[in-house]
């Protein structure tokens, strides 16, 4: 069964301060993988998106790393703001392209 | 240029009763996805549409729950005989093809009492 594991399952941190996120998945075959942010509230919003042939992508002070070989991505988030406090979703889709396979996420809080 | 718009965006049903649930996509997406998130879980692919067409409604219960996107409005998830177990968020998102980026809607919060 595909399955997208994600650790840790929570996280404090205080603001300014950097922080990482790691994700292990088993699905296969592997067309991509997706890190969302998911404010409480709120529908989930793609930040960086990467294919097996890519290893590292950025968006701003969000920077995700993809190791294909052993199945891991993690996700470090620099000079942290309160803003950043949600939940954050390491999501991998396999060849069909559209059935995403979703982790539950590591819950951020940042604090001032 | 709007993004997905779902409503309503919380929904309170007696077991037994019906739930409609429903999602306008962004404007020139002609591909739609259901989610459903349970509590403490993470988002579970339900069924993909394509304008008129279901593609894949592997990820949808085969009873109770049914899913269209007419030619005109918008796509429509619609869960009988609704029980407790229903209760979680549903998410719609869409995209402008398969396999590129799918935008996410704001959910509805479905509690069955």
């Known amino acids: 069964k595909n399955q997208v594991e994600q650790s840790p399952q929570s996280l404090i941190i205080l603001e300014g301060k950097n922080c990482t996120l790691q994700c292990n998945y088993t699905v296969s075959p592997f067309s991509n993988l997706r890190w969302y942010k998911q404010d409480t509230g709120r529908g989930p919003v793609s930040l960086t998106i990467?294919?097996?042939?890519?290893n590292t992508k950025s968006n701003g002070r969000y920077t995700a790393t993809l190791d294909a070989d052993t199945k891991q991505s993690s996700l470090h988030i620099t000079a942290s703001q309160l803003s950043d406090s949600a939940s954050y979703i390491c999501v991998v889709s396999g060849n069909s392209g559209y059935a995403l396979n979703f982790g539950k996420g590591t819950s951020l809080l940042v604090t001032p | 240029n709007a993004g997905v718009m779902q409503n309503p965006r919380h929904l309170v049903r007696r077991r037994g009763q019906e739930a409609r649930l429903r999602c306008s996509p962004m404007k020139g997406h002609s591909h739609v996805y259901w989610y459903r998130q349970l509590p403490e879980e993470g988002l579970k692919f339900m069924v993909y549409l394509q304008k008129e067409n279901i593609i894949d409604e592997s990820g949808m219960p085969k009873e109770r729950f049914s899913a269209e996107f007419p030619k005109e409005g918008p796509s429509i998830l619609r869960i009988q005989q609704v029980v407790r177990g229903d209760s979680a968020a549903y998410f719609c998102?869409?995209?402008?093809?398969?396999?590129?980026?799918?935008?996410f809607g704001p959910g509805t919060r479905l509690l069955v009492l």
């Open positions: 990467m294919t097996f042939s890519e």
């Open positions: 998102a869409s995209s402008p093809k398969v396999g590129e980026t799918q935008y």
